[in-house]
């Protein structure tokens, strides 16, 4: 029996500055999709993968996502004197068990796997998965929990992977296939952000991974890679042929990038088709969208 993944690190000391200047005053991962920030959903698909352990590693200017997982009295108060238990309902979601949650400052942006690296002490000699919030996935099962499910059978590390169109490829980790058999890939090489052209493969690592301690490990060695940081997928790339080996799983679902603009405004789109209260609206009001640019042509 594998041990069990209860360990799970959030990247989010990044500065969004795609957004702005709607990140100058709120972390991104606070930006609401639909009517859940980001990080509620990465929380809500940890929660469903078994993870007890949240480690966050933020930076200077995200209190506001401590404060999103605290308790806010007033606010609860002023809901149960009216009635409202729905809201009330829905205000414990956001609610961590006492300890469940820990935050570590990465002090110096030097990339993702700087990040995962400041959390080592945390995630001590354990398996650990790591999710980036930018990343949605829309899944009838969820996409750490389809993985989990997997490590328990292999284990070894495991990154979720995607077919990218092949002028994409060069904006991700891009993986190196030496045989799949279902869902399941052999990883026999990994590269960041290859340059266009030059990559192994089109199948992408999205952000949903489960990593073992030796990983960390390798972080503690690795030098800065591609843009002059430190690359997780380099100190991943370090298991390739270990007893630890790599495995790429071809999730069931559809990916959406929050991390640029469109990805977001897509990801609203579909979210918001798929909510029963907001389905009828939503739709009514895209289709006389088309239909008005359709008859104006
Ligand atoms: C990160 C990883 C990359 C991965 C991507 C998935 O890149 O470094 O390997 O493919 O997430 O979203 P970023 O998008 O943070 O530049």
């Known amino acids: 029996m594998k041990k069990k993944v209860t360990k799970a690190v959030f990247p989010v000391a990044g500065l969004g500055t795609r957004f702005l200047p709607a990140t100058k005053s709120i972390p991104k991962e606070i930006m609401t999709l639909v009517d859940r ?7 809500d698909e940890a929660r469903a993968a078994g993870i007890k352990e ?10 506001a996502l401590e404060d999103y997982f605290d308790h806010a009295p007033q606010l609860e108060q002023e809901l149960r004197k009216k009635g409202k238990n729905a809201l009330l309902e829905t ?5 961590m068990e006492s300890g469940a949650i820990a935050y570590v400052r990465q002090h110096k942006a030097m990339g993702l796997g700087h990040a995962v690296w400041c959390a080592r002490n945390l995630i001590a000699n354990e ?9 949605v996935v829309a899944a009838d099962k969820p996409c750490l ?16 992977a995607m077919e990218v169109p092949e002028d994409k490829a060069s904006s991700y980790g891009i993986l190196d296939c030496a045989s799949s058999e279902g869902r399941l890939v052999n990883v026999k090489g990994m590269v960041e952000k290859p340059e266009p052209g030059t990559q192994p493969s089109n199948l992408a690592v999205i952000g949903r991974y489960i990593l073992t301690p030796n990983v960390l490990r390798n972080l503690n060695k690795i030098k800065t890679g591609t843009g002059g940081e430190v690359q997780l997928t380099d100190a991943i790339a370090g298991q390739i042929g270990t007893d630890d080996p790599v ?5 069931e679902g559809t990916r959406y990038d929050c991390g640029s603009k469109a990805g977001f405004l897509q990801a609203t789109v579909a979210f918001g088709l798929a909510r029963e209260d907001l389905h009828d609206d939503l739709d009514g009001y895209l289709r006389g969208l088309y239909a008005g640019a359709a008859a104006a042509q």
């Not at 920030?37 to 929380?43: E, H, K, S, V």
């Not at 495995?247 to 999730?251: D, L, Q, S």
């Open 91 to 95: 205000l414990k979601t956001t609610n």
């Open 54 to 63: 949240f480690i966050f590693v933020t930076s200077r200017g995200k209190n």
């Open 37 to 43: 920030p980001l990080i509620q959903y990465a929380i």
């Open 247 to 251: 495995h790429g799983y071809r999730f």
């Open 127 to 135: 398996p650990f998965a790591v999710i980036l919030p930018d990343d």
């Open 145 to 160: 929990q389809q993985m989990v499910e997997a490590h328990a059978e292999i284990g070894g590390n495991m990154v979720a």
